[in-house]
Protein backbone atom coordinates (compact mmCIF):
# COMPACT_ATOMS: atom_id res chain seq x y z
CA UNK A 1 0.00 0.00 0.00
CA UNK A 2 1.44 3.39 -1.44
CA UNK A 3 1.45 6.40 1.01
CA UNK A 4 -1.07 7.82 -1.42
CA UNK A 5 -3.54 5.29 -0.58
CA UNK A 6 -3.00 5.80 3.01
CA UNK A 7 -4.03 9.09 2.93
CA UNK A 8 -6.82 8.41 0.94
CA UNK A 9 -8.21 6.01 3.28
CA UNK A 10 -7.92 8.68 6.14
CA UNK A 11 -9.40 11.33 4.54
CA UNK A 12 -12.20 9.17 3.04
CA UNK A 13 -12.64 7.47 6.30
CA UNK A 14 -12.63 10.83 8.13
CA UNK A 15 -16.50 11.03 9.25
CA UNK A 16 -16.84 7.29 10.80
CA UNK A 17 -13.16 7.05 11.67
CA UNK A 18 -12.66 8.70 15.03
CA UNK A 19 -9.18 10.37 16.16
CA UNK A 20 -8.48 7.47 19.14
CA UNK A 21 -9.18 4.25 16.87
CA UNK A 22 -5.55 3.43 14.71
CA UNK A 23 -6.24 2.95 11.57
CA UNK A 24 -4.95 -0.18 11.15
CA UNK A 25 -7.42 -1.32 13.23
CA UNK A 26 -11.58 -1.72 11.88
CA UNK A 27 -13.57 -1.10 15.08
CA UNK A 28 -13.05 0.29 18.90
CA UNK A 29 -13.89 -3.14 19.98
CA UNK A 30 -11.08 -4.70 17.75
CA UNK A 31 -8.36 -2.03 19.19
CA UNK A 32 -9.34 -2.66 22.65
CA UNK A 33 -8.79 -5.97 22.77
CA UNK A 34 -5.35 -6.03 20.99
CA UNK A 35 -4.59 -3.09 23.98
CA UNK A 36 -5.59 -5.96 26.39
CA UNK A 37 -3.76 -9.01 24.73
CA UNK A 38 -0.69 -6.57 24.58
CA UNK A 39 -1.29 -5.79 28.50
CA UNK A 40 -1.40 -9.41 29.66
CA UNK A 41 1.29 -10.21 28.09
CA UNK A 42 2.68 -7.76 30.66
CA UNK A 43 0.97 -9.06 33.44
CA UNK A 44 2.50 -12.27 32.55
CA UNK A 45 5.94 -11.09 33.08
CA UNK A 46 4.99 -9.13 36.19
CA UNK A 47 3.97 -12.69 37.23
CA UNK A 48 7.49 -14.04 36.17
CA UNK A 49 9.34 -11.61 37.96
CA UNK A 50 7.19 -12.29 41.28
CA UNK A 51 7.82 -15.85 40.51
CA UNK A 52 11.38 -15.56 41.39
CA UNK A 53 10.76 -13.93 44.77
CA UNK A 54 7.83 -16.96 45.55
CA UNK A 55 11.01 -19.58 44.72
CA UNK A 56 13.18 -18.04 47.19
CA UNK A 57 10.03 -18.05 49.33
CA UNK A 58 9.27 -21.69 48.70
CA UNK A 59 12.87 -22.95 49.27
CA UNK A 60 13.15 -21.12 52.77
CA UNK A 61 10.23 -21.83 54.39
CA UNK A 62 10.23 -25.53 53.30
CA UNK A 63 13.78 -26.00 54.39
CA UNK A 64 13.93 -24.00 57.24
CA UNK A 65 9.46 -23.76 58.55
CA UNK A 66 11.21 -22.76 62.52
CA UNK A 67 12.59 -19.81 61.12
CA UNK A 68 9.32 -18.68 58.96
CA UNK A 69 7.06 -19.01 62.09
CA UNK A 70 9.14 -17.92 64.89
CA UNK A 71 10.27 -14.03 63.08
CA UNK A 72 6.12 -13.92 61.16
CA UNK A 73 4.67 -14.53 64.93
CA UNK A 74 7.26 -12.40 66.62
CA UNK A 75 6.82 -9.44 64.01
CA UNK A 76 4.19 -9.13 61.25
CA UNK A 77 0.66 -7.96 62.56
CA UNK A 78 -1.61 -10.05 61.54
CA UNK A 79 -4.20 -7.26 61.88
CA UNK A 80 -2.68 -4.72 59.94
CA UNK A 81 -1.70 -7.01 57.18
CA UNK A 82 -5.84 -8.29 56.91
CA UNK A 83 -7.09 -4.56 57.22
CA UNK A 84 -4.57 -4.15 54.08
CA UNK A 85 -6.17 -6.66 52.18
CA UNK A 86 -9.71 -5.15 52.67
CA UNK A 87 -8.79 -2.15 51.56
CA UNK A 88 -6.83 -3.42 48.39
CA UNK A 89 -9.79 -5.44 47.58
CA UNK A 90 -11.80 -2.55 48.28
CA UNK A 91 -10.16 -0.88 45.72
CA UNK A 92 -10.06 -3.64 43.25
CA UNK A 93 -13.56 -3.32 43.27
CA UNK A 94 -13.97 0.86 42.55
CA UNK A 95 -11.20 0.09 40.24
CA UNK A 96 -13.56 -2.56 38.17
CA UNK A 97 -16.35 -0.19 38.65
CA UNK A 98 -14.34 3.10 37.07
CA UNK A 99 -13.74 0.88 34.21
CA UNK A 100 -17.66 0.05 33.80
CA UNK A 101 -18.27 3.89 34.38
CA UNK A 102 -15.77 4.67 31.50
CA UNK A 103 -17.54 2.11 29.54
CA UNK A 104 -21.37 3.60 29.93
CA UNK A 105 -19.52 7.28 29.64
CA UNK A 106 -20.45 8.02 33.28
CA UNK A 107 -18.01 10.66 33.71
CA UNK A 108 -18.91 11.80 37.44
CA UNK A 109 -18.59 8.33 38.55
CA UNK A 110 -15.43 7.19 36.95
CA UNK A 111 -14.25 10.43 38.40
CA UNK A 112 -15.29 9.48 42.02
CA UNK A 113 -14.21 5.31 41.66
CA UNK A 114 -10.81 6.72 40.39
CA UNK A 115 -10.45 8.94 43.80
CA UNK A 116 -11.58 6.43 45.83
CA UNK A 117 -8.97 3.75 44.44
CA UNK A 118 -6.59 6.46 45.14
CA UNK A 119 -7.58 6.45 48.32
CA UNK A 120 -7.30 2.99 48.41
CA UNK A 121 -3.52 2.72 47.57
CA UNK A 122 -2.26 5.44 49.65
CA UNK A 123 -4.23 3.85 52.79
CA UNK A 124 -2.60 0.65 51.56
CA UNK A 125 0.67 2.71 52.18
CA UNK A 126 -0.06 4.34 54.85
CA UNK A 127 -0.76 1.07 56.82
CA UNK A 128 2.39 -0.23 55.27
CA UNK A 129 4.63 2.67 56.44
CA UNK A 130 3.01 1.58 60.04
CA UNK A 131 4.52 -2.04 59.89
CA UNK A 132 7.92 -1.24 58.34
CA UNK A 133 8.10 2.00 60.91
CA UNK A 134 7.88 -0.90 63.59
CA UNK A 135 10.01 -3.22 62.06
CA UNK A 136 12.48 -0.12 61.99
CA UNK A 137 11.85 0.75 65.91
CA UNK A 138 12.23 -3.25 66.53
CA UNK A 139 15.66 -3.48 64.37
CA UNK A 140 14.42 -5.79 62.33
CA UNK A 141 14.77 -3.97 59.15
CA UNK A 142 17.48 -4.96 56.46
CA UNK A 143 20.78 -5.54 56.47
CA UNK A 144 22.91 -4.43 59.48
CA UNK A 145 19.66 -2.25 60.74
CA UNK A 146 18.66 -5.95 61.51
CA UNK A 147 19.80 -7.36 64.83
CA UNK A 148 19.69 -10.55 63.52
CA UNK A 149 21.65 -10.31 60.57
CA UNK A 150 25.09 -12.64 61.01
CA UNK A 151 27.33 -9.55 62.17
CA UNK A 152 25.44 -8.95 64.67
CA UNK A 153 26.54 -11.77 66.63
CA UNK A 154 23.86 -12.22 69.93
CA UNK A 155 21.15 -9.67 69.10
CA UNK A 156 20.00 -9.97 72.46
CA UNK A 157 23.36 -8.85 73.81
CA UNK A 158 22.67 -5.79 75.24
CA UNK A 159 19.72 -6.85 77.27
CA UNK A 160 20.00 -8.41 80.52
CA UNK A 161 22.62 -10.78 80.50
CA UNK A 162 21.98 -14.07 78.99
CA UNK A 163 23.83 -17.29 77.99
CA UNK A 164 27.48 -16.27 77.55
CA UNK A 165 28.88 -16.63 74.54
CA UNK A 166 27.14 -16.94 71.17
CA UNK A 167 25.16 -19.26 69.91
CA UNK A 168 26.64 -20.05 66.73
CA UNK A 169 29.47 -21.73 68.32
CA UNK A 170 29.98 -24.66 65.80
CA UNK A 171 29.38 -22.01 62.72
CA UNK A 172 32.29 -20.24 60.64
CA UNK A 173 32.33 -17.23 61.87
CA UNK A 174 31.24 -14.48 59.76
CA UNK A 175 34.08 -12.08 58.20
CA UNK A 176 33.76 -8.49 59.86
CA UNK A 177 32.97 -6.36 57.20
CA UNK A 178 36.21 -4.64 56.46
CA UNK A 179 34.98 -0.79 56.92
CA UNK A 180 34.83 -0.68 60.40
CA UNK A 181 37.34 -3.09 61.72
CA UNK A 182 40.82 -2.26 62.52
CA UNK A 183 44.42 -3.86 60.89
CA UNK A 184 45.27 -5.06 64.22
CA UNK A 185 41.76 -6.13 65.63
CA UNK A 186 42.72 -8.64 68.32
CA UNK A 187 38.66 -9.93 67.74
CA UNK A 188 39.00 -10.51 64.27
CA UNK A 189 38.51 -14.67 64.07
CA UNK A 190 39.32 -15.87 67.15
CA UNK A 191 37.06 -14.98 70.14
CA UNK A 192 33.01 -14.84 69.16
CA UNK A 193 32.40 -14.17 72.34
CA UNK A 194 34.37 -10.79 72.71
CA UNK A 195 32.72 -9.57 69.52
CA UNK A 196 30.38 -6.66 69.82
CA UNK A 197 27.52 -6.36 67.95
CA UNK A 198 28.30 -4.32 64.79
CA UNK A 199 24.93 -2.32 64.47
CA UNK A 200 21.82 -3.02 66.79
CA UNK A 201 19.35 -0.72 64.94
CA UNK A 202 18.34 3.40 65.66
CA UNK A 203 19.20 4.33 69.31
CA UNK A 204 16.89 7.06 70.27
CA UNK A 205 13.96 6.37 68.45
CA UNK A 206 11.99 3.88 70.39
CA UNK A 207 12.24 1.21 73.16
CA UNK A 208 12.69 -2.12 71.56
CA UNK A 209 9.83 -3.57 72.12
CA UNK A 210 8.02 -1.37 72.42
CA UNK A 211 6.18 -1.14 68.75
CA UNK A 212 4.81 -4.48 69.00
CA UNK A 213 3.49 -4.06 72.14
CA UNK A 214 1.82 -1.19 71.12
CA UNK A 215 0.65 -2.70 67.58
CA UNK A 216 -1.18 -5.19 69.35
CA UNK A 217 1.13 -8.51 68.33
CA UNK A 218 1.35 -9.44 72.15
CA UNK A 219 4.84 -10.66 72.30
CA UNK A 220 7.23 -8.65 74.23
CA UNK A 221 10.92 -9.13 74.15
CA UNK A 222 11.37 -11.70 76.77
CA UNK A 223 9.19 -14.52 74.91
CA UNK A 224 10.63 -13.52 71.36
CA UNK A 225 14.25 -14.01 72.98
CA UNK A 226 13.09 -17.45 74.86
CA UNK A 227 11.55 -18.06 71.46
CA UNK A 228 14.72 -17.38 69.69
CA UNK A 229 16.92 -19.14 71.80
CA UNK A 230 15.10 -22.10 71.45
CA UNK A 231 15.81 -21.94 67.33
CA UNK A 232 18.72 -24.43 66.58
CA UNK A 233 22.02 -23.14 66.15
CA UNK A 234 21.75 -22.70 62.41
CA UNK A 235 18.52 -21.57 62.24
CA UNK A 236 19.19 -18.59 64.74
CA UNK A 237 21.37 -17.66 62.00
CA UNK A 238 19.03 -17.66 59.20
CA UNK A 239 16.22 -15.42 60.85
CA UNK A 240 17.65 -12.63 59.00
CA UNK A 241 16.72 -14.00 55.31
CA UNK A 242 13.18 -14.01 56.34
CA UNK A 243 13.22 -10.27 56.81
CA UNK A 244 15.36 -10.01 53.60
CA UNK A 245 12.53 -12.04 51.77
CA UNK A 246 9.71 -10.11 53.36
CA UNK A 247 11.01 -6.51 52.89
CA UNK A 248 11.82 -7.88 49.05
CA UNK A 249 8.38 -9.17 48.35
CA UNK A 250 6.37 -6.30 50.24
CA UNK A 251 8.93 -3.73 48.91
CA UNK A 252 8.26 -5.18 45.44
CA UNK A 253 4.49 -5.11 45.70
CA UNK A 254 4.71 -1.77 47.58
CA UNK A 255 6.45 -0.49 44.32
CA UNK A 256 3.71 -1.35 42.14
CA UNK A 257 0.99 0.28 44.22
CA UNK A 258 3.62 3.63 44.25
CA UNK A 259 3.40 3.46 40.59
CA UNK A 260 0.03 2.25 40.53
CA UNK A 261 -1.14 5.66 42.02
CA UNK A 262 0.97 7.24 39.40
CA UNK A 263 -1.16 5.82 36.99
CA UNK A 264 -4.25 6.28 38.60
CA UNK A 265 -3.48 10.21 39.01
CA UNK A 266 -2.96 10.15 35.43
CA UNK A 267 -6.22 8.99 34.79
CA UNK A 268 -7.92 11.21 36.98
CA UNK A 269 -6.45 14.18 35.19
CA UNK A 270 -7.57 12.63 32.02
CA UNK A 271 -11.12 11.60 32.76
CA UNK A 272 -11.20 15.41 34.48
CA UNK A 273 -10.81 16.48 31.12
CA UNK A 274 -13.38 14.09 29.53
CA UNK A 275 -10.82 12.13 27.20
CA UNK A 276 -12.61 8.95 27.57
CA UNK A 277 -15.56 7.84 25.80
CA UNK A 278 -17.54 4.54 25.34
CA UNK A 279 -15.46 3.70 22.43
CA UNK A 280 -12.10 4.38 23.70
CA UNK A 281 -11.51 4.08 27.22
CA UNK A 282 -8.50 1.83 26.69
CA UNK A 283 -6.30 3.31 29.63
CA UNK A 284 -8.59 3.07 32.24
CA UNK A 285 -8.58 -0.78 31.18
CA UNK A 286 -5.41 -1.42 31.25
CA UNK A 287 -4.53 0.31 34.57
CA UNK A 288 -7.46 -1.08 36.14
CA UNK A 289 -5.46 -5.11 34.84
CA UNK A 290 -2.56 -3.34 36.25
CA UNK A 291 -4.46 -2.45 39.29
CA UNK A 292 -6.34 -5.84 39.66
CA UNK A 293 -2.61 -7.22 39.67
CA UNK A 294 -1.39 -5.95 41.95
CA UNK A 295 -4.53 -6.56 44.27
CA UNK A 296 -3.68 -10.58 43.21
CA UNK A 297 -0.42 -10.42 44.52
CA UNK A 298 -1.19 -9.16 47.55
CA UNK A 299 -3.91 -12.09 48.16
CA UNK A 300 -0.81 -14.28 47.72
CA UNK A 301 1.48 -12.29 49.48
CA UNK A 302 -0.21 -11.82 52.72
CA UNK A 303 -1.51 -15.65 53.74
CA UNK A 304 1.94 -16.61 52.56
CA UNK A 305 3.54 -14.28 55.01
CA UNK A 306 1.00 -13.01 57.76
CA UNK A 307 -0.75 -16.20 58.54
CA UNK A 308 2.09 -18.53 59.14
CA UNK A 309 2.40 -21.22 61.48
CA UNK B 1 -19.58 -1.15 14.47
CA UNK B 2 -22.65 -1.21 16.13
CA UNK B 3 -22.72 -4.75 16.19
CA UNK B 4 -20.52 -6.41 17.72
CA UNK B 5 -20.76 -3.67 20.72
CA UNK B 6 -24.82 -4.27 20.56
CA UNK B 7 -23.69 -8.10 21.05
CA UNK B 8 -20.99 -8.02 23.74
CA UNK B 9 -23.09 -5.61 25.91
CA UNK B 10 -26.29 -7.89 25.44
CA UNK B 11 -25.43 -9.29 29.40
CA UNK B 12 -26.30 -5.92 30.72
CA UNK B 13 -29.42 -4.03 30.03
CA UNK B 14 -29.88 -0.26 29.92
CA UNK B 15 -27.01 1.60 29.21
CA UNK B 16 -28.78 4.27 28.16
CA UNK B 17 -28.20 4.20 24.54
CA UNK B 18 -24.44 3.69 24.93
CA UNK B 19 -22.65 0.92 23.18
CA UNK B 20 -19.13 0.23 24.68
CA UNK B 21 -16.68 -1.34 22.65
CA UNK B 22 -16.43 -4.13 25.13
CA UNK B 23 -17.89 -6.39 28.02
CA UNK B 24 -19.65 -3.81 30.86
CA UNK B 25 -19.95 -6.05 34.28
CA UNK B 26 -22.86 -5.35 36.35
CA UNK B 27 -22.81 -3.41 39.23
CA UNK B 28 -24.54 -6.59 40.99
CA UNK B 29 -22.02 -8.90 39.97
CA UNK B 30 -19.15 -6.69 40.83
CA UNK B 31 -20.75 -6.47 44.40
CA UNK B 32 -21.24 -9.89 44.78
CA UNK B 33 -17.86 -10.80 43.96
CA UNK B 34 -16.22 -7.94 46.26
CA UNK B 35 -18.66 -9.58 49.16
CA UNK B 36 -17.31 -12.70 48.39
CA UNK B 37 -13.46 -11.50 48.89
CA UNK B 38 -13.84 -10.50 51.80
CA UNK B 39 -15.89 -13.49 52.88
CA UNK B 40 -12.78 -15.76 51.98
CA UNK B 41 -10.67 -13.18 53.60
CA UNK B 42 -12.29 -13.54 56.82
CA UNK B 43 -12.39 -17.35 56.53
CA UNK B 44 -8.38 -17.48 56.10
CA UNK B 45 -7.86 -15.31 58.52
CA UNK B 46 -9.91 -17.71 61.06
CA UNK B 47 -8.44 -20.56 59.67
CA UNK B 48 -4.98 -19.92 60.09
CA UNK B 49 -6.35 -19.14 63.65
CA UNK B 50 -6.84 -22.77 63.99
CA UNK B 51 -3.34 -25.29 63.86
CA UNK B 52 -4.47 -27.79 61.34
CA UNK B 53 -0.80 -28.98 61.13
CA UNK B 54 0.00 -29.49 57.20
CA UNK B 55 -3.08 -28.17 56.08
CA UNK B 56 -2.80 -24.67 57.55
CA UNK B 57 -0.46 -24.13 54.26
CA UNK B 58 -3.29 -25.95 51.59
CA UNK B 59 -6.05 -24.27 53.19
CA UNK B 60 -4.31 -20.84 53.07
CA UNK B 61 -3.32 -20.97 49.65
CA UNK B 62 -6.93 -23.16 48.19
CA UNK B 63 -8.61 -19.63 49.71
CA UNK B 64 -5.60 -17.45 47.68
CA UNK B 65 -6.12 -19.49 44.58
CA UNK B 66 -10.02 -19.18 45.03
CA UNK B 67 -9.90 -15.34 45.81
CA UNK B 68 -7.44 -14.73 42.49
CA UNK B 69 -9.90 -16.55 40.40
CA UNK B 70 -12.55 -14.53 41.28
CA UNK B 71 -10.25 -11.23 40.99
CA UNK B 72 -8.84 -12.59 37.08
CA UNK B 73 -12.42 -13.93 36.06
CA UNK B 74 -14.84 -11.00 36.75
CA UNK B 75 -12.81 -7.99 38.40
CA UNK B 76 -10.22 -8.28 35.16
CA UNK B 77 -12.93 -9.83 32.57
CA UNK B 78 -11.06 -12.85 31.98
CA UNK B 79 -14.24 -14.60 31.57
CA UNK B 80 -15.65 -12.19 28.34
CA UNK B 81 -12.25 -11.74 27.07
CA UNK B 82 -10.29 -13.41 24.10
CA UNK B 83 -8.86 -16.68 25.38
CA UNK B 84 -5.78 -15.46 24.06
CA UNK B 85 -5.18 -13.26 27.24
CA UNK B 86 -6.16 -16.33 29.26
CA UNK B 87 -3.09 -18.33 27.83
CA UNK B 88 -0.59 -15.32 28.49
CA UNK B 89 -1.56 -16.16 31.85
CA UNK B 90 -1.67 -19.25 32.18
CA UNK B 91 1.36 -19.83 30.07
CA UNK B 92 3.02 -17.41 33.09
CA UNK B 93 1.53 -19.24 35.90
CA UNK B 94 2.97 -22.45 34.14
CA UNK B 95 6.33 -21.28 34.39
CA UNK B 96 6.51 -20.49 37.31
CA UNK B 97 5.12 -23.66 39.38
CA UNK B 98 7.95 -25.28 36.81
CA UNK B 99 10.38 -22.73 38.26
CA UNK B 100 9.41 -23.07 42.08
CA UNK B 101 8.81 -27.01 41.76
CA UNK B 102 12.00 -28.12 39.99
CA UNK B 103 13.96 -25.60 42.39
CA UNK B 104 12.17 -27.37 45.17
CA UNK B 105 12.53 -30.38 44.12
CA UNK B 106 16.36 -29.77 43.52
CA UNK B 107 16.45 -28.01 46.86
CA UNK B 108 15.01 -30.90 48.93
CA UNK B 109 17.02 -33.70 47.57
CA UNK B 110 20.25 -32.41 48.77
CA UNK B 111 19.02 -30.96 52.34
CA UNK B 112 19.27 -34.84 54.07
CA UNK B 113 22.99 -34.37 53.18
CA UNK B 114 23.71 -31.08 54.25
CA UNK B 115 21.80 -31.80 57.95
CA UNK B 116 24.81 -34.48 57.82
CA UNK B 117 27.13 -32.00 57.93
CA UNK B 118 26.37 -29.33 59.54
CA UNK B 119 29.86 -27.21 59.38
CA UNK B 120 29.74 -27.02 55.81
CA UNK B 121 26.73 -25.01 56.26
CA UNK B 122 27.37 -21.53 56.62
CA UNK B 123 25.11 -18.25 57.49
Known amino acids: ?309 | MSTPATQTSHADHGHGGVHPAGHVTSVRLLLTVYFTLVIFTIITYSVSRLDLGQFNIIAALAIAVIKASLVVLYFMHLRWDSPFNALALITAITFVALFIGLALLDSVSYQPLLKQTPAALGP
Not at chain 1, 37 to 46: H, K, N, P
Not at chain 1, 69 to 88: D, M, P, Q, R, W
Request: include cysteine; charge should be negative.
Open chain 1, 1 to 309: MSTATTEETTQSHGADHPPFLAHHFDTPEQQNTAAKLGMWVFLGTEVLMFGGLFCAYSIFRHNHPAVFAFAAESYLNVKLGALNTIILITSSLTMAWGVRAAQLEQRKTLIICLILTLMGAAGFMVVKTIEYNAKWDEHVFVGFVNKYNGYNVDPYAQLPPAQPGPPTSELPIPPSPPFKQSAGDANAGSDVSKIQPRFNGPTGLAVPGAASEAAGIGNNDAQIEARYRSLSDQDQWRVSTFFSIYFLMTGLHGLHVLVGMGLISWLLYRSARGDFNSQWYTPVDLIGLYWHLVDLIWIFLFPLLYLIH
